[in-house]
């Protein structure tokens, strides 16, 4: 038997050449690539789950290569992202209560935390992190670059 390490974390995962590894240990490998998102190796253990079980079923090799090629197309559902409501309004540029206020009219997706917060989902929004924090420091800029400037009031305007 050999064993794969998973690109993250050191998951040992057992890859048997013939299949000699138990049933619990395909399982708890599994069960443990599942848990820590790593979705190849969790394909693999189920490919060697779905190999001991053929094996022992005596299921011919076409129908063992079916089941194993519906088993790499499986996927492990990523966890959901959130944004707290203040998060949530600085990206829209409005206030935490209009933030709660959309989400209790239902315009905004959101989950209430034990404590009574609500966490946004983050996948409703069109800028990622990166784009925001790129803006924020573009601004950042700006601001740096004009900040001796005096304020303008609507007396300077004018008739614009």
């Known amino acids: 038997m ?4 998973s690109s993250d974390k050191s998951l040992k995962l057992p890859i048997p050449k013939t ?8 399982i708890e490998a599994l069960l443990r690539s599942v848990e820590q998102r790593h979705v190849d190796d969790a394909r693999n253990a189920l490919r060697m789950l779905l190999m001991v079980d053929a094996l022992e079923a005596q ?3 076409d129908r063992l290569e079916a089941l194993s090629s519906i088993a790499l197309s499986l996927a492990v559902q990523e966890e959901p992202k959130f944004l707290t409501t203040g998060d949530a309004a600085k990206k829209l540029g409005v ?3 209009t933030i ?3 989400i209790e009219a239902g315009k905004l997706r959101a989950e209430k935390t034990l404590g009574g917060h609500y966490r946004v989902y983050a996948d409703q929004f069109k800028t990622t992190d990166e784009q925001d924090q790129a803006f ?5 800029r700006m601001h740096k670059r004009f900040e001796h400037l005096p304020p303008v009031d609507e007396d300077d ?3 614009l």
């Open 2 to 5: 050999t064993t794969t390490k």
């Open 95 to 97: 206030s935490d209560q």
């Open 136 to 140: 924020d420091e573009f601004f950042d």
């Open 157 to 159: 305007l004018g008739d």
């Open 100 to 102: 709660v206020n959309w």
């Open 19 to 26: 299949p000699n590894v138990s049933k619990h240990e395909l």
């Open 59 to 61: 299921i011919p090799k």
